[in-house]
């Protein structure tokens, strides 16, 4: 499996015939309002302490963590951004085996495989409206240690009904099976986050990111909410430190800023509405629905692949994902970030130029 990322700077800027000036990056998917200015402004206040080694667990941010899930704090693990907690949890379970639900984010896979799990997928169908196949998915659980799902799904944006969530978290805990559930995204939908159970489900985790809702990708902050065997099966093999003093006082600014959490569940679903129209108002494209900040797009006009209209619109110095390296999506998927308005109009403009016949 390709280890493709969105948001990679660095090669988006060294395209070839890409415009000067500065380039609409919506092949991440990050809260397009920004950082909150409470946020920059406990960073440059927090900038003094980077002369001293932060708190080994980032014991404050893990008390703000619990408070604001209404998680006791034993359960709670900070790190490096969620992608550390991935690499974490493969390493201290080392599972021969492991279902991972696709289409899913490259790294699941690419924490496992080098340590010799046999990794096994299920694949959800756009006609299915991506939603995990349940029976497959369910018959397999007892035959693996680990399974992985990510809710809401990132590329597909399509989040898991709750009796499936249930179902499949009974039916690991009886087979002692660990379940690790992706919920990068679930801030940006209200409610069906499985956080609340991990005190009664000791094989749960429940992993979470800064990066996305709070828009912070650059400063690496990230949880899990384990229950109490992960939990213990992770203590030995986490690094001291992994939280910056920076990143420690921002994720403390991001929980506390209540009026961006608000603003932020106000307009990004307009906007994504608003996006969703224009997009179908072109033709050819095929929205999938999503609850998170981004859309997965079917490209549905015959000789036109995601990849090549991810390169024609990178010419026009925009950056889209191309989904051809997800599992599951085949070469006519691409993911694109929520722009604010202004930027929705740059995009739809740029994409009725390409998209003609
Ligand atoms: C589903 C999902 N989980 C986790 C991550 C990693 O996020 P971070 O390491 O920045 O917290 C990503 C990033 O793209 C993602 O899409």
């Known amino acids: ?80 951004g969620s992608t550390e907690l991935i690499y974490l949890l493969a390493r201290a379970l080392a599972p021969r085996r492991a279902l991972v639900v696709h289409p899913a984010f490259s790294e699941y896979e690419a924490a496992l495989e080098p340590l010799g ?20 998915l369910l018959e397999r659980v007892a035959q693996v240690d680990l399974v992985v799902l990510a809710n809401p799904s990132n590329p597909t944006g399509a989040l898991a009904p709750a009796e499936l969530l249930e179902e499949l978290a009974a039916a690991c805990a009886e087979a002692r099976v660990s379940l690790v559930v992706d919920e990068a995204f679930i801030d940006f939908v209200e409610g069906r986050s499985l956080k ?24 690496r902050v990230g949880y899990a909410l384990l229950g109490e065997r992960l939990r213990e099966r992770v203590e030995g093999w986490r690094e001291p430190w992994s939280v910056s003093a920076l990143a420690e006082a921002a994720g403390i600014a991001a929980l506390a800023d209540r009026a961006y959490r ?41 000789g036109l692949t995601a990849a090549a209209l991810a390169a024609a619109l990178l010419r026009d110095g925009i950056a889209i994902r191309s989904g051809a390296s997800f599992p599951g999506l085949g070469p006519n998927h691409v993911r694109i970030a929520v722009p604010r308005p202004e930027d929705q109009q740059v995009l739809l403009a740029a994409l009725a130029h390409r998209l003609e016949p």
């Open 1 to 80: 499996m390709r280890r493709d990322h969105g948001g990679n700077l660095r090669e988006l800027l060294g395209a070839r015939d890409r415009p000067a000036g500065p380039m609409l990056d919506l092949s991440a998917s990050i809260n397009p309002l920004g950082a909150s200015p409470q946020v920059i402004r406990a960073l440059l206040a927090a900038l003094p302490s980077i002369t001293r080694y932060p708190d080994p667990e980032a014991s404050a941010l893990v008390e703000a963590l619990s408070r604001y899930h209404d998680v006791p704090a034993r359960h709670v693990v900070a790190g490096h």
């Open 117 to 136: 799990c046999a990794v096994e997928r299920v694949v959800g169908r756009g006609d299915a409206g991506w939603i995990p196949p349940r029976d497959a």
């Open 196 to 219: 609340s159970t991990v005190s009664r489900r000791p094989w749960l985790g429940v992993l979470r990111s800064l990066t996305k809702f709070f828009a912070l990708p650059g400063l």
């Open 262 to 302: 608000a603003q932020t569940l106000r307009v990004v679903p307009a906007w994504r509405a608003a996006l969703c129209v224009g997009l179908e108002r072109l033709g050819g494209l095929r929205v999938y629905p999503s609850v998170t900040n981004y859309l997965l797009v079917g490209i549905e006009r015959p």
